[in-house]
């Protein structure tokens, strides 16, 4: 903040001295931005506005002469159908569960990571492996790998108990989806909340250990308050990434067994039904319902971000 | 800490050791199950229980090659090797000024530009897919791998000017300064005393950006059919596979996930920085 309020002193003396050159210059400081911001605003807010329009006409591509404006019809119709109501449960049931199961187990195993043992590098190493593949191959890996009901890994290890052989993808899609994620998942968790954990102030933690507390007291009174914004940056991040998830939906069940969630749905209604007026309607939802969540994402981050400029 | 204190807190430390251990090996169960599997016949590779000790063959690569005839995934990879190296390289050369006038030389206003850059990375895919589809079958660009090219830019560009201002603010100005003062000129300070300092960072950023263009799926299963298939489209003719495959998705998912497994422990250090958009260090 320091930075801008100088440089904003700085620039106005010379522009009343020297008005053209110091619109010349202050344009030289601006002209390396300009490629990067006319691109994003070409390539990602005109197709946004774009949507926003279709989403007020009734539109299906295989009848294009019947394009008609209809105002807020596509958004009642969104709202009111219930294959689209139950995609939007879907998307919040499916974000809330892989964020928060992943966010747990990324905290544990961020604290098992944080002290030192024999091997910590090669099982952070094994840890982030998950993260690391293909999304779409992790989801066929599960698919049809570990949760086939005949010979998957998974019924193969309970044969081997003489546990029951379920058919996981029928019996539970959605938490066969959301295991699949939250395998994906955890590793980015453990990173964030490990960089979190080692960000901590070392000296405090020996001072309250001398004074006799317990590892408990510690992690209760230090180390929570302090993970307090990262398990917030994860959780948001986490959110921002799995509201949007396509693949592991589209490979595991193909949006069937009610898994399809909001960006399967939006796929599915301009790919295979062609109508785009319904399509670009409930694409303005997950817009919506995501500036929510990046409301708060965006909060987070500048505030890591200010301590960030006013420690440098 | 009296003797006694100590050894139970060793003892606990091996234990809490050994669980991570564990739980490592148990995350990395299916990759190498998957590795494993990949070497096996078809036959052995469809069994319950499953054949651990089962003998090795290098049939499910040689089926995933199309040796025996069946599509060649080399046509997916190649689109996808050039869709994820161009666009990086496009997003290196967008970024790099930009992070330039937002960390060295800092406009006016610039957290304020680093935060619209930010905001657009929240915006989902699915809010502009229909349009892009539209503009692109009117403009004759679908099934076209430039399409992608310019698509996986606009998805990473905001990442990599997050991350690469982060890395370039940690040039010290005195240093640049000083050069300036001796009479470098700005392409000398750039190559001379900005790049030495900041190429590492610039590094794992493209490594970060060529992962999720290699990932990408939803718009090159939308915008791309024959010719610019990328290879998690042609992952994606494994869905409804039948009978004996198993080999062969195993073998294709492995070698499809080698470059994103090297890119991503070749940027390890770097990876939470740029996966929580440079807020995290």
């Known amino acids: 903040m ?32 300009l490629p990067a911001l006319i691109f994003m605003i070409v390539v990602t807010q005109l197709p946004f506005v774009a949507t ?28 009111t159908d219930p294959d689209l109501r139950h995609s939007v449960w879907t998307t919040v049931l499916l974000t809330a569960a892989v964020v928060l199961v992943s966010l747990i187990l990324g905290l544990g195993l961020a604290l098992l990571l944080d002290r030192r043992f024999r091997g910590r590098g090669i099982v952070r190493t094994l840890l982030i492996a998950p993260f690391l593949v293909v999304p779409v191959a992790a989801a066929l890996l599960w698919k049809h790998v570990l949760y086939n009901p005949e010979y998957g890994l998974l019924n193969g290890l309970l044969h081997y108990v003489g546990g029951p052989q379920p058919d996981w993808i029928s019996n539970t899609p959605l938490l066969a989806v959301e295991a699949s994620l939250v395998w994906q998942w955890t590793p980015f968790m453990m990173l964030i909340l490990l960089a979190g954990l080692q ?8 001072a309250a250990r001398v004074d006799g507390a317990s590892d408990w007291q510690i992690f209760r009174h230090l180390t929570l308050p302090h993970l307090r914004r990262y398990l917030e940056l994860g959780a ?76 440098a | 800490m009296s003797a006694v204190a100590v050894r139970i807190r060793r003892r606990r430390g091996a234990g809490l050791g050994l669980l991570a251990w564990l739980i490592g090996l148990l995350f990395f169960l299916p990759i190498a199950w998957m590795a494993l599997t990949s070497f096996h016949s078809e036959a052995d590779a469809a069994t319950n229980p499953p054949s651990f000790g089962a003998a090795l063959t290098l049939d499910g690569y040689r089926d995933f090659f199309g040796v025996g005839g069946g599509a060649s995934p080399w046509p997916a990879l190649i689109n996808s090797t050039v869709a994820s190296l161009v666009s990086t390289l496009c997003v290196l050369l967008l970024a790099l000024p930009a992070a330039y006038a937002l960390s060295v030389r800092r406009v006016k206003k610039w957290t304020d530009v680093l935060f619209f850059f930010l905001s657009t990375k929240m915006l989902p895919v699915v809010a502009g897919l229909l349009p892009i589809y539209l503009f692109a079958k009117n403009a004759g660009m679908l099934d076209n791998i430039w399409l992608l090219v310019i698509l996986y830019t606009s998805m990473n560009l905001p990442i990599a000017v997050w991350m690469m201002q982060s890395f370039l603010a940690e040039v010290p100005v005195a240093v640049i300064e000083a050069a300036q003062i001796d009479g470098a000129r700005l392409p000398t300070v750039l190559a001379r005393v900005v790049a030495p300092i900041a190429l590492p960072g610039i590094a794992a950023t493209a490594l970060i950006c060529f992962i999720f263009s290699w990932n990408e799926l939803l718009f090159a299963r939308v915008l791309t059919g024959v010719v610019a298939e ?52």
């Open chain 1, 2 to 33: 320091t930075a801008t309020t100088t440089a904003s002193m700085a620039a106005t003396p010379a522009r009343t001295a020297r008005p053209p050159s110091a619109r010349l210059r202050s344009w030289a400081t601006r002209a390396p931005l």
């Open chain 1, 52 to 79: 926003l329009v279709i989403s007020f006409f009734d539109w299906n591509a295989l009848y294009p002469k019947a394009r008609h404006f209809t105002g807020l019809d596509n958004y009642h119709q969104v709202l």
């Open chain 1, 199 to 206: 960000s901590r102030d070392h000296q405090q933690i020996e």
């Open chain 1, 236 to 311: 948001l991040l986490g959110s921002i990434y799995i509201v949007q998830n396509f693949d592991a939906v589209f490979t595991l069940t193909s949006g069937g067994l009610g898994t399809a969630n909001l960006p399967y749905t939006v796929y599915q209604s301009f790919y295979q039904a062609h109508e785009n007026g319904l399509a670009s309607a409930a694409g303005v939802l997950v817009v919506i319902g995501s500036i929510v969540i990046a409301t708060f994402a965006l909060r987070v981050v500048s505030s890591l971000f200010r301590e960030e400029v006013s420690r």
């Open chain 2, 230 to 281: 990328t290879a998690p489209v042609f992952l994606t003719g494994f869905i409804t596979s039948q009978g004996l495959f198993l080999a062969k998705v195993c073998a294709a998912s492995l070698v499809i996930s080698l470059p994103v497994l090297a890119a991503g422990f070749a940027a390890q250090d770097k990876l939470v920085q740029g996966l929580s958009l440079g807020a995290v260090k």
